[in-house]
């Protein structure tokens, strides 16, 4: 008796963990902030067309994000979008989504994408036009454009707020001290003070 007991309190504790791993559903058919009318536009996000094609303007990577931030409507509807775009050589950094997987599609170019899972395992692939790939939530993971052409990607997030840690920015541009980074990097602080240095400067 005692067994089932512990197991039937096991399966409710990984219920409750799974169903609040995503965003809270809603009561309503959508939410309005305070001293909206919603009309047609509300519904609306014009945001994303100067950035469907072609290379980022003074930069090898640019996002462009639509989520509950940029376009409140999404708020409580548990899907965002985002446009990358990538000059030759541009880069999307080792980061991760906390509350959201992605999934990318190219819609310009070619990309080398890449995951690593939880056993340290990486993933790597080259996208063409049209391809697509799915970074679960959570994981590490990184696009870069070792082609030819600037390339154009969308994502798709199951979040209206997925986050962004990206590694570099968490790591080295934090204020976390320079020391416990040359131990845990087993390096020196002119070695660690050089990155942040270059990392802060972008």
């Known amino acids: 008796m005692a067994f089932n007991l512990s197991l039937v309190l096991a399966i409710i504790s990984a219920t409750i963990l799974i169903a609040n791993a995503a965003d809270p559903d809603i009561l309503s058919d959508f939410i309005v902030?305070?001293?909206?009318?919603?009309?047609?536009?509300?519904?609306t996000f014009k945001g994303l067309k100067q950035s469907l094609?072609?290379?980022p303007n003074n930069?090898?990577?640019k996002v462009t994000k639509a989520s509950q931030i940029e376009f409140p409507a999404l708020t409580g509807l548990s899907v965002s979008y985002a446009s990358?775009?990538?000059?030759?050589?541009?880069?999307?950094?080792?980061?991760?989504?906390?509350?959201?997987?992605?999934?990318?599609?190219?819609i310009q170019g070619q990309l080398e994408v890449g995951l690593v899972d939880s056993s340290n395992k990486l993933f790597v692939q080259v996208l063409e036009t049209g391809d697509m790939f799915v970074f679960?939530?959570?994981?590490?993971?990184?696009?870069?454009?070792?082609?030819k052409y600037p390339a154009v990607a969308l994502s798709a997030f199951g979040s209206a707020n997925a986050g962004t840690v990206s590694f570099p920015k968490t790591l080295f541009a934090s204020g976390i001290d320079s020391e416990v980074l040359a131990k845990s990097f087993k390096t020196d602080v002119q070695t660690i003070g050089k990155i942040v240095s270059g990392v802060t400067s972008n």
């Open 33 to 43: 902030p305070n001293g909206v009318t919603p009309d047609a536009n509300f519904f």
């Open 53 to 55: 094609w072609g290379s």
């Open 59 to 61: 930069a090898t990577f």
């Open 84 to 106: 990358l775009q990538f000059a030759r050589d541009g880069i999307n950094p080792p980061h991760t989504h906390p509350r959201s997987a992605e999934l990318l599609l190219v």
């Open 136 to 147: 679960p939530k959570g994981l590490v993971h990184f696009q870069v454009n070792k082609g």
